[in-house]
Protein backbone atom coordinates (compact mmCIF):
# COMPACT_ATOMS: atom_id res chain seq x y z
CA UNK A 1 0.00 0.00 0.00
CA UNK A 2 2.01 2.80 -1.44
CA UNK A 3 0.66 6.22 -0.06
CA UNK A 4 1.83 9.80 -0.29
CA UNK A 5 1.42 12.46 2.38
CA UNK A 6 -0.81 12.37 3.33
CA UNK A 7 -12.50 19.25 -5.17
CA UNK A 8 -30.15 33.48 -30.66
CA UNK A 9 -31.04 33.02 -33.85
CA UNK A 10 -33.16 35.78 -36.07
CA UNK A 11 -36.77 36.47 -35.35
CA UNK A 12 -37.85 36.85 -38.37
CA UNK A 13 -39.98 33.42 -39.03
CA UNK A 14 -43.26 32.28 -40.60
CA UNK A 15 -46.07 31.93 -38.16
CA UNK A 16 -46.75 28.29 -39.18
CA UNK A 17 -43.05 27.95 -38.46
CA UNK A 18 -43.22 29.37 -35.22
CA UNK A 19 -46.37 27.29 -33.93
CA UNK A 20 -44.70 24.18 -35.18
CA UNK A 21 -41.39 25.03 -33.23
CA UNK A 22 -43.47 25.86 -30.10
CA UNK A 23 -45.38 23.08 -30.34
CA UNK A 24 -42.07 20.91 -30.59
CA UNK A 25 -40.39 23.13 -27.71
CA UNK A 26 -42.63 22.49 -25.49
CA UNK A 27 -42.93 18.63 -25.74
CA UNK A 28 -38.83 18.80 -25.60
CA UNK A 29 -39.68 21.21 -21.88
CA UNK A 30 -42.54 18.34 -20.90
CA UNK A 31 -40.15 15.72 -21.58
CA UNK A 32 -37.18 17.35 -19.85
CA UNK A 33 -39.54 17.84 -16.78
CA UNK A 34 -40.54 14.42 -16.57
CA UNK A 35 -36.98 13.63 -16.78
CA UNK A 36 -36.13 15.80 -13.86
CA UNK A 37 -38.77 13.93 -11.75
CA UNK A 38 -36.68 11.08 -11.82
CA UNK A 39 -34.01 12.83 -9.19
CA UNK A 40 -36.18 15.82 -7.30
CA UNK A 41 -36.27 14.24 -3.92
CA UNK A 42 -33.70 13.42 -0.75
CA UNK A 43 -30.84 11.17 -1.89
CA UNK A 44 -28.21 9.13 0.93
CA UNK A 45 -24.82 7.43 0.62
CA UNK A 46 -22.13 6.22 2.25
CA UNK A 47 -18.71 7.86 1.58
CA UNK A 48 -15.85 5.73 2.17
CA UNK A 49 -12.92 7.77 3.26
CA UNK A 50 -9.44 7.02 4.98
CA UNK A 51 -10.07 6.33 8.48
CA UNK A 52 -13.92 5.95 8.61
CA UNK A 53 -17.19 6.23 6.67
CA UNK A 54 -19.43 8.89 6.42
CA UNK A 55 -23.12 9.79 5.45
CA UNK A 56 -23.49 12.20 2.79
CA UNK A 57 -26.87 13.44 1.68
CA UNK A 58 -28.47 15.40 -1.13
CA UNK A 59 -31.86 17.29 -1.53
CA UNK A 60 -32.98 18.18 -4.88
CA UNK A 61 -35.83 20.71 -5.77
CA UNK A 62 -36.59 22.77 -8.36
CA UNK A 63 -36.18 26.80 -8.69
CA UNK A 64 -39.50 28.75 -9.55
CA UNK A 65 -38.41 28.69 -13.48
CA UNK A 66 -38.51 24.77 -13.28
CA UNK A 67 -34.79 24.67 -13.35
CA UNK A 68 -32.87 21.93 -10.50
CA UNK A 69 -30.98 23.17 -7.51
CA UNK A 70 -29.67 21.04 -4.58
CA UNK A 71 -28.01 21.71 -1.00
CA UNK A 72 -25.69 18.66 0.69
CA UNK A 73 -25.73 17.21 4.23
CA UNK A 74 -22.81 15.70 5.71
CA UNK A 75 -24.36 14.79 8.86
CA UNK A 76 -21.28 12.76 10.73
CA UNK A 77 -19.83 16.04 10.05
CA UNK A 78 -22.68 17.92 11.54
CA UNK A 79 -22.39 19.87 8.37
CA UNK A 80 -26.25 21.08 6.68
CA UNK A 81 -27.76 22.66 3.78
CA UNK A 82 -24.00 22.98 2.38
CA UNK A 83 -24.88 24.64 -0.99
CA UNK A 84 -24.60 23.16 -4.15
CA UNK A 85 -23.40 25.49 -6.95
CA UNK A 86 -24.78 23.93 -9.83
CA UNK A 87 -26.65 20.84 -10.91
CA UNK A 88 -27.52 19.43 -14.22
CA UNK A 89 -29.53 16.07 -15.01
CA UNK A 90 -29.50 14.83 -18.50
CA UNK A 91 -29.41 11.43 -20.79
CA UNK A 92 -30.09 9.84 -17.18
CA UNK A 93 -26.47 11.25 -15.79
CA UNK A 94 -26.89 13.56 -12.70
CA UNK A 95 -23.83 16.42 -12.21
CA UNK A 96 -23.55 18.34 -9.06
CA UNK A 97 -20.99 20.82 -7.79
CA UNK A 98 -20.21 22.78 -4.43
CA UNK A 99 -17.31 25.15 -5.33
CA UNK A 100 -17.39 25.89 -1.67
CA UNK A 101 -16.12 22.84 -0.50
CA UNK A 102 -14.72 21.90 -3.93
CA UNK A 103 -16.46 18.70 -4.89
CA UNK A 104 -18.38 17.45 -7.18
CA UNK A 105 -20.38 14.70 -7.96
CA UNK A 106 -21.18 12.56 -11.13
CA UNK A 107 -23.66 9.60 -11.55
CA UNK A 108 -25.92 7.70 -13.45
CA UNK A 109 -29.98 6.70 -12.20
CA UNK A 110 -30.63 3.23 -12.10
CA UNK A 111 -33.58 2.02 -14.38
CA UNK A 112 -35.82 1.77 -10.97
CA UNK A 113 -35.11 5.35 -10.62
CA UNK A 114 -34.15 4.52 -7.15
CA UNK A 115 -30.29 4.39 -6.82
CA UNK A 116 -27.72 6.78 -8.67
CA UNK A 117 -24.34 4.79 -8.93
CA UNK A 118 -21.26 7.45 -9.27
CA UNK A 119 -18.24 9.29 -7.70
CA UNK A 120 -17.78 11.91 -5.63
CA UNK A 121 -14.03 14.22 -6.08
CA UNK A 122 -12.78 16.00 -3.94
CA UNK A 123 -9.07 17.64 -3.92
CA UNK A 124 -8.04 15.87 -6.60
CA UNK A 125 -9.27 12.53 -4.74
CA UNK A 126 -11.74 9.98 -6.28
CA UNK A 127 -14.59 8.07 -4.01
CA UNK A 128 -17.60 5.98 -5.72
CA UNK A 129 -20.49 6.76 -4.25
CA UNK A 130 -23.88 5.31 -5.02
CA UNK A 131 -26.91 7.12 -3.18
CA UNK A 132 -30.37 5.99 -2.88
CA UNK A 133 -33.77 7.49 -2.52
CA UNK A 134 -35.07 8.32 0.74
CA UNK A 135 -38.19 9.65 2.15
CA UNK A 136 -36.98 12.07 4.58
CA UNK A 137 -33.67 13.69 5.97
CA UNK A 138 -31.98 11.79 9.05
CA UNK A 139 -31.95 13.67 12.17
CA UNK A 140 -29.10 13.88 14.28
CA UNK A 141 -29.47 12.55 18.01
CA UNK A 142 -27.44 14.60 20.54
CA UNK A 143 -28.85 13.26 24.20
CA UNK A 144 -25.65 15.12 26.22
CA UNK A 145 -25.97 18.47 24.30
CA UNK A 146 -27.54 20.86 26.64
CA UNK A 147 -31.40 22.23 26.33
CA UNK A 148 -32.48 24.67 27.56
CA UNK A 149 -34.24 26.57 29.78
CA UNK A 150 -30.34 26.88 31.47
CA UNK A 151 -29.91 26.97 34.98
CA UNK A 152 -27.23 29.99 34.47
CA UNK A 153 -26.69 33.20 32.80
CA UNK A 154 -25.57 33.04 29.04
CA UNK A 155 -24.19 36.18 27.37
CA UNK A 156 -22.65 37.27 23.97
CA UNK A 157 -19.08 39.19 24.10
CA UNK A 158 -17.02 41.48 22.44
CA UNK A 159 -13.22 40.55 22.91
CA UNK A 160 -10.52 43.06 21.67
CA UNK A 161 -7.29 41.68 20.44
CA UNK A 162 -5.27 44.90 20.56
CA UNK A 163 -2.30 43.74 19.49
CA UNK A 164 -2.93 41.92 16.80
CA UNK A 165 -6.22 44.31 16.38
CA UNK A 166 -8.91 42.68 15.94
CA UNK A 167 -12.13 41.35 17.78
CA UNK A 168 -12.79 38.34 18.67
CA UNK A 169 -16.69 37.10 19.60
CA UNK A 170 -17.53 34.80 22.12
CA UNK A 171 -20.21 33.63 24.26
CA UNK A 172 -19.62 33.80 28.19
CA UNK A 173 -21.65 32.00 30.85
CA UNK A 174 -22.01 32.53 34.58
CA UNK A 175 -24.00 31.12 37.34
CA UNK A 176 -27.09 32.85 37.88
CA UNK A 177 -25.76 34.36 41.27
CA UNK A 178 -22.62 34.69 43.86
CA UNK A 179 -19.62 35.97 42.58
CA UNK A 180 -16.94 36.85 41.53
CA UNK A 181 -16.44 33.30 39.89
CA UNK A 182 -13.27 31.47 39.27
CA UNK A 183 -13.54 31.30 35.06
CA UNK A 184 -11.95 29.07 32.47
CA UNK A 185 -11.31 29.86 28.96
CA UNK A 186 -11.85 27.21 26.35
CA UNK A 187 -9.38 26.58 23.53
CA UNK A 188 -10.08 25.01 20.61
CA UNK A 189 -8.23 22.13 18.59
CA UNK A 190 -6.46 22.68 14.93
CA UNK A 191 -8.46 23.94 11.99
CA UNK A 192 -11.28 26.88 11.93
CA UNK A 193 -13.19 26.15 14.95
CA UNK A 194 -16.31 28.14 16.23
CA UNK A 195 -16.87 28.70 19.58
CA UNK A 196 -18.44 25.25 20.26
CA UNK A 197 -15.67 23.15 18.34
CA UNK A 198 -18.67 22.16 16.41
CA UNK A 199 -17.63 18.59 14.59
CA UNK A 200 -18.92 15.50 13.05
CA UNK A 201 -22.81 16.78 14.51
CA UNK A 202 -21.22 16.95 18.12
CA UNK A 203 -20.90 20.51 20.36
CA UNK A 204 -18.04 19.33 22.98
CA UNK A 205 -17.28 22.89 24.08
CA UNK A 206 -21.03 24.02 24.68
CA UNK A 207 -21.51 20.51 26.62
CA UNK A 208 -18.17 21.48 28.63
CA UNK A 209 -19.04 25.06 29.14
CA UNK A 210 -22.60 23.59 30.55
CA UNK A 211 -21.27 21.41 32.78
CA UNK A 212 -18.61 24.07 34.31
CA UNK A 213 -20.81 26.86 34.99
CA UNK A 214 -23.45 24.35 36.80
CA UNK A 215 -20.40 23.43 38.79
CA UNK A 216 -20.31 27.26 39.86
CA UNK A 217 -17.39 28.01 36.93
CA UNK A 218 -17.36 30.80 34.41
CA UNK A 219 -16.92 29.65 30.83
CA UNK A 220 -16.01 32.04 27.82
CA UNK A 221 -15.72 30.35 24.39
CA UNK A 222 -14.85 32.22 21.06
CA UNK A 223 -15.11 31.80 17.25
CA UNK A 224 -11.33 31.43 16.24
CA UNK A 225 -10.54 34.71 14.42
CA UNK A 226 -11.73 35.08 10.84
CA UNK A 227 -14.82 32.41 11.91
CA UNK A 228 -18.14 32.86 12.84
CA UNK A 229 -18.22 36.22 14.08
CA UNK A 230 -14.66 36.95 15.10
CA UNK A 231 -12.94 39.14 13.04
CA UNK A 232 -9.36 38.08 11.44
CA UNK A 233 -8.04 35.96 9.11
CA UNK A 234 -7.19 31.92 10.19
CA UNK A 235 -5.59 31.21 6.98
CA UNK A 236 -2.66 33.68 8.10
CA UNK A 237 -2.70 32.95 11.92
CA UNK A 238 -0.15 30.38 13.49
CA UNK A 239 -0.36 28.75 17.03
CA UNK A 240 1.46 31.69 18.36
CA UNK A 241 -1.33 34.23 16.85
CA UNK A 242 -3.96 31.88 18.44
CA UNK A 243 -2.33 32.17 21.82
CA UNK A 244 -2.78 36.13 21.82
CA UNK A 245 -6.64 35.69 21.29
CA UNK A 246 -6.46 33.64 24.47
CA UNK A 247 -3.88 36.24 26.21
CA UNK A 248 -6.67 39.17 24.95
CA UNK A 249 -9.41 36.38 26.31
CA UNK A 250 -7.75 36.72 29.97
CA UNK A 251 -7.56 40.26 30.47
CA UNK A 252 -11.08 40.71 29.68
CA UNK A 253 -12.06 38.25 31.72
CA UNK A 254 -9.80 40.33 34.59
CA UNK A 255 -12.13 43.58 33.15
CA UNK A 256 -15.08 42.01 34.96
CA UNK A 257 -16.08 42.44 38.29
CA UNK A 258 -17.84 39.02 38.21
CA UNK A 259 -14.89 36.94 38.05
CA UNK A 260 -12.15 36.51 40.49
CA UNK A 261 -8.97 37.87 38.73
CA UNK A 262 -6.95 35.18 40.44
CA UNK A 263 -8.55 32.19 39.29
CA UNK A 264 -8.60 32.01 35.44
CA UNK A 265 -7.71 29.13 33.74
CA UNK A 266 -7.53 27.25 30.83
CA UNK A 267 -8.25 24.56 29.06
CA UNK A 268 -7.21 23.47 25.72
CA UNK A 269 -7.94 20.47 23.56
CA UNK A 270 -5.20 19.05 21.06
CA UNK A 271 -3.69 22.35 19.34
CA UNK A 272 -5.32 24.20 22.49
CA UNK A 273 -3.00 21.93 24.68
CA UNK A 274 -0.20 23.00 23.26
CA UNK A 275 -1.55 26.83 23.38
CA UNK A 276 -2.47 26.77 27.01
CA UNK A 277 1.29 26.34 27.92
CA UNK A 278 2.59 28.73 26.06
CA UNK A 279 0.08 31.57 27.61
CA UNK A 280 1.21 30.21 31.09
CA UNK A 281 4.31 30.40 30.17
CA UNK A 282 4.14 33.95 29.22
CA UNK A 283 1.39 35.12 31.85
CA UNK A 284 0.98 34.92 35.76
CA UNK A 285 -2.47 35.73 35.48
CA UNK A 286 -3.13 32.17 34.20
CA UNK A 287 -4.26 29.82 37.91
CA UNK A 288 -3.92 26.67 36.10
CA UNK A 289 -3.84 24.98 32.90
CA UNK A 290 -5.91 22.07 31.27
CA UNK A 291 -4.57 20.05 28.63
CA UNK A 292 -6.94 17.85 27.03
CA UNK A 293 -5.28 15.73 23.87
CA UNK A 294 -2.05 17.70 24.94
CA UNK A 295 1.26 16.61 22.57
CA UNK A 296 4.84 16.67 24.26
CA UNK A 297 6.50 16.27 20.66
CA UNK A 298 6.97 18.80 17.59
CA UNK A 299 4.25 18.43 15.30
CA UNK A 300 6.66 16.33 13.09
CA UNK A 301 7.61 14.11 15.33
CA UNK A 302 3.41 13.92 15.95
CA UNK A 303 2.89 13.34 12.31
CA UNK A 304 5.23 10.02 12.57
CA UNK A 305 3.87 8.47 15.22
CA UNK A 306 -0.23 9.21 13.80
CA UNK A 307 0.33 8.03 10.72
CA UNK A 308 2.57 4.70 11.58
CA UNK A 309 -0.80 3.73 14.25
CA UNK A 310 -3.94 4.86 11.48
CA UNK A 311 -1.63 3.04 8.47
CA UNK A 312 -1.43 -0.15 11.10
CA UNK A 313 -5.05 -0.03 11.87
CA UNK A 314 -6.17 0.25 8.56
CA UNK A 315 -3.95 -2.90 7.99
CA UNK A 316 -0.67 -1.85 6.64
CA UNK A 317 2.15 -3.83 6.55
CA UNK A 318 5.55 -2.54 8.42
CA UNK A 319 7.61 -2.01 5.04
CA UNK A 320 4.41 0.12 4.05
CA UNK A 321 4.64 2.07 7.30
CA UNK A 322 8.55 2.35 6.62
CA UNK A 323 7.71 3.55 3.17
CA UNK A 324 5.36 6.17 4.17
CA UNK A 325 7.55 7.09 6.85
CA UNK A 326 10.34 7.90 4.41
CA UNK A 327 8.48 9.76 2.10
CA UNK A 328 7.14 12.62 4.97
CA UNK A 329 10.81 12.73 5.95
CA UNK A 330 11.62 13.96 2.15
CA UNK A 331 8.56 16.22 2.31
CA UNK A 332 9.31 17.49 5.59
CA UNK A 333 12.81 17.92 5.23
CA UNK A 334 12.07 20.57 2.49
CA UNK A 335 10.14 22.39 4.34
CA UNK A 336 12.34 23.09 7.12
CA UNK A 337 15.49 23.93 4.89
CA UNK A 338 13.45 25.45 1.70
CA UNK A 339 13.49 29.56 2.47
CA UNK A 340 12.39 30.64 -1.52
CA UNK A 341 8.78 29.78 -2.20
CA UNK A 342 9.34 29.07 -5.93
CA UNK A 343 11.93 26.22 -5.06
CA UNK A 344 10.07 24.71 -2.13
CA UNK A 345 6.58 24.55 -4.64
CA UNK A 346 8.59 23.14 -7.39
CA UNK A 347 10.60 20.59 -5.01
CA UNK A 348 7.70 19.27 -2.99
CA UNK A 349 6.04 18.86 -6.90
CA UNK A 350 8.64 16.55 -7.92
CA UNK A 351 8.93 14.62 -4.49
CA UNK A 352 4.92 14.23 -4.62
CA UNK A 353 5.00 13.65 -8.44
CA UNK A 354 7.82 10.66 -7.87
CA UNK A 355 5.53 9.19 -5.08
CA UNK A 356 2.21 9.41 -7.49
CA UNK A 357 4.02 7.35 -10.26
CA UNK A 358 5.23 5.01 -8.18
CA UNK A 359 1.25 3.88 -7.88
CA UNK A 360 -0.06 0.88 -9.10
CA UNK A 361 -2.92 1.81 -11.60
CA UNK A 362 -5.54 1.34 -9.25
CA UNK A 363 -4.52 3.33 -6.66
CA UNK A 364 -4.00 6.49 -9.02
CA UNK A 365 -7.58 5.71 -9.98
CA UNK A 366 -8.36 5.90 -6.81
CA UNK A 367 -6.45 9.44 -5.83
CA UNK A 368 -8.10 10.87 -9.35
CA UNK A 369 -5.69 13.27 -11.68
CA UNK A 370 -2.13 14.01 -10.17
CA UNK A 371 -1.95 17.84 -10.34
CA UNK A 372 -5.38 18.64 -8.57
CA UNK A 373 -4.42 16.29 -5.60
CA UNK A 374 -0.56 17.25 -5.39
CA UNK A 375 -1.66 20.89 -5.74
CA UNK A 376 -3.89 20.43 -2.59
CA UNK A 377 -1.75 18.80 -0.37
CA UNK A 378 1.11 21.53 -1.31
CA UNK A 379 -1.32 24.76 -0.78
CA UNK A 380 -2.19 22.90 3.18
CA UNK A 381 1.81 22.25 3.52
CA UNK A 382 3.08 25.49 2.94
CA UNK A 383 0.38 27.38 5.18
CA UNK A 384 1.48 29.44 8.06
CA UNK A 385 -0.16 27.31 10.70
CA UNK A 386 1.43 23.90 8.77
CA UNK A 387 5.02 25.16 8.68
CA UNK A 388 5.00 26.69 12.35
CA UNK A 389 3.16 23.35 13.86
CA UNK A 390 5.44 21.37 12.09
CA UNK A 391 8.73 22.45 13.96
CA UNK A 392 7.23 24.05 16.93
CA UNK A 393 8.57 22.24 19.84
CA UNK A 394 6.26 22.27 23.37
CA UNK A 395 8.94 21.25 25.88
CA UNK A 396 10.10 24.61 26.67
CA UNK A 397 6.96 25.94 27.40
CA UNK A 398 5.85 23.15 29.60
CA UNK A 399 9.33 23.72 31.61
CA UNK A 400 8.22 27.25 32.42
CA UNK A 401 4.46 26.43 33.32
CA UNK A 402 4.25 26.65 36.51
CA UNK A 403 0.98 26.92 37.83
CA UNK A 404 -1.19 23.69 38.47
CA UNK A 405 -1.73 21.05 35.40
CA UNK A 406 -3.99 18.61 34.20
CA UNK A 407 -3.05 16.48 31.17
CA UNK A 408 -6.12 13.95 30.17
CA UNK A 409 -5.28 11.87 26.66
CA UNK A 410 -7.50 9.36 25.30
CA UNK A 411 -6.43 5.54 25.73
CA UNK A 412 -8.02 5.06 22.22
CA UNK A 413 -6.66 8.20 20.45
CA UNK A 414 -4.26 7.66 17.22
CA UNK A 415 -3.71 11.11 16.44
CA UNK A 416 -2.04 12.08 19.83
CA UNK A 417 -0.92 8.61 21.25
CA UNK A 418 -1.04 9.13 24.98
CA UNK A 419 1.76 6.87 26.31
CA UNK A 420 4.30 8.95 24.75
CA UNK A 421 2.96 12.16 24.68
CA UNK A 422 1.71 12.09 28.93
CA UNK A 423 5.40 10.58 29.39
CA UNK A 424 7.02 13.73 27.57
CA UNK A 425 4.67 16.41 28.97
CA UNK A 426 5.35 14.86 32.84
CA UNK A 427 8.98 14.96 32.05
CA UNK A 428 8.89 18.17 30.88
CA UNK A 429 6.78 19.29 33.94
CA UNK A 430 9.42 17.81 36.27
CA UNK A 431 12.39 19.25 34.37
CA UNK A 432 10.95 22.67 35.12
CA UNK A 433 10.13 22.06 38.73
CA UNK A 434 6.44 21.62 38.39
CA UNK A 435 5.30 19.22 41.02
CA UNK A 436 1.72 20.43 40.78
CA UNK A 437 0.08 18.58 37.73
CA UNK A 438 -1.90 15.55 37.32
CA UNK A 439 -1.47 13.29 34.45
CA UNK A 440 -4.28 10.66 33.58
CA UNK A 441 -5.06 8.81 30.47
Same mark, same amino acid.
Given at each position: ??????????????????T?????????????????????????????????????????????????????D???????????????????????????I???????????????????????????????????????????????PF??LE???????????????????????????P?????????????????????????????????????????????????????????????????????????????????????????????????????????????????????E???Y????????????????????????????????????????????????? $??????????????? $??????????????????????????????????????????????????????????A?L????????????
Amino acid at each position: MKSLTKLCFGLMICFALFTHAMGSISTTLDRAQSDQDKVIGNWQGVLKVPGGELRIIFKISQNEDGTLKAAMDSPDQGASDIPVSAVTFENDSLHMESSMIRGRYDGQIQADAQTIKGAWKQSGMTFPLDIQRIDAVPKLNRPQEPKPPFPYLEEEVTVPNKTAEIELSGTFTKPNSGGPFPAVILISGSGPQDRDEAIFGHRPFFVAADHLTRQGIAVLRMDDRGVGKSKGDFSKATSKDFASDVMAGIDYLRTRKDIDPKRIGLIGHSEGGIIAPMVAAQSQDVAFIVLMAGTGFTGEEILYLQAALIAKANGATDSDIAENRAGQEKIFKILKEETTDSMLVTKLKNVMQ $ESYDNLSEEQQKAIG $EADPYINAQIKQLTSLWFRFFLTYDPIPALKQVKCPVLAINGELDLQVPPKENLAAIEAALQAGGNKNYTIKE
